[in-house]
């Protein structure tokens, strides 16, 4: 199943999903992809939200060995420190953050080898799994695994750029390896994502940062577990 995480900005999507992550690894569920929490530092100056706290910058960090990637800073900020790039896939797009191209490109060398471990990342759990048998006589299912990418955004969705691996693989669909994904959208981008992806996985889920959202994902594991 698709699971489309939509909703305002700054509304916790990203803190939901590090808490729905933790909850799936409690149940035996891996996760494999990328969340992307804000570096968010105390402030009372005018960028500072209502509980006083401002957001500089987003990193990227990659599931699941842990691996945190800088990937983008506000673009007031990279114009004051000089970091930014006006030849940049974030600047000809006019973005609001400064999306580092070169974390673009870890991003997306991360996806490209989910990708290609798709098929070991199914053997190895298969392979434990007959471990298990030996030990114990019994079998259980697949280790499966949640597909993540926080998020696709205007770059990926209207200009083809930006996470293109990550994309690519959302539309093989979903697989051994990965028989559901949880990607996060804007709501104003949610026709273009649902016609992107929604020829590989069916009819999308179209959740919120809630907890009965949570439990929704969380059904779906345990759904497959009941059918195997």
């Given at each position: 199943?698709?699971?489309?995480?939509?909703?305002?900005?700054?509304?916790?999507?990203?803190?939901?999903?590090?808490?729905?992550?933790?909850?799936?690894?409690?149940?035996?569920?891996?996760?494999?992809?990328?969340?992307?929490?804000?570096?968010?530092?105390?402030?009372?100056?005018p960028e500072?939200?209502?509980?006083?706290?401002?957001?500089?910058?987003?990193?990227?960090?990659?599931?699941?060995?842990?691996?945190?990637?800088?990937f983008?800073?506000?673009?007031?900020?990279?114009?004051?420190?000089?970091?930014?790039?006006?030849?940049?896939?974030?600047?000809?797009a006019?973005?609001?953050?400064?999306?580092?191209?070169d974390a673009?490109?870890?991003?997306?060398?991360?996806?490209?080898?989910?990708?290609?471990?798709?098929?070991?990342?199914?053997?190895?759990?298969?392979?434990?799994?007959?471990?298990?048998?030996?030990?114990?006589?019994?079998?259980?299912?697949?280790?499966?695994h949640?597909?993540?990418?926080?998020?696709?955004g205007?770059?990926?969705?209207?200009?083809?750029?930006g996470?293109?691996?990550?994309?690519?693989?959302?539309?093989?669909?979903?697989s051994?390896?990965f028989?559901?994904?949880?990607?996060?959208?804007?709501?104003?981008?949610?026709?273009?994502?649902?016609?992107?992806?929604?020829?590989?996985?069916?009819?999308a889920?179209?959740?919120?940062?809630?907890?009965?959202?949570?439990?929704?994902?969380?059904?779906?594991?345990?759904?497959?577990?009941g059918?195997?």
């Open positions: 199943m698709l699971f489309l995480l939509t909703g305002d900005v700054q509304i916790g999507k990203t803190r939901w999903l590090e808490g729905l992550i933790a909850a799936l690894a409690d149940v035996g569920v891996g996760a494999a992809g990328v969340v992307a929490p804000g570096q968010w530092v105390p402030s009372a100056g500072a939200d209502a509980n006083g706290y401002e957001k500089l910058g987003i990193d990227n960090l990659l599931l699941p060995e842990g691996r945190r990637v800088p983008a800073r506000r673009r007031d900020l990279a114009h004051a420190e000089g970091s930014f790039d006006e030849g940049s896939q974030a600047a000809r006019q973005l609001a953050w400064h999306i580092f191209d673009i490109g870890q991003v997306n060398e991360h996806f490209e080898q989910l990708a290609a471990d798709a098929c070991k990342l199914a053997a190895a759990d298969a392979a434990r799994e007959s471990a298990a048998v030996a030990a114990e006589g019994s079998r259980g299912p697949l280790r499966p949640l597909l993540v990418v926080d998020e696709l205007r770059l990926e969705l209207w200009k083809g750029e996470l293109t691996a990550a994309v690519a693989l959302l539309q093989q669909g979903p051994a390896a028989p559901h994904a949880l990607v996060v959208v804007r709501d104003y981008l949610l026709p273009e994502a649902r016609q992107l992806l929604e020829p590989a996985w069916g009819s889920a179209i959740i919120g940062p809630t907890p009965e959202a949570a439990q929704q994902v969380l059904q779906a594991f345990a759904h497959d577990r059918r195997g």
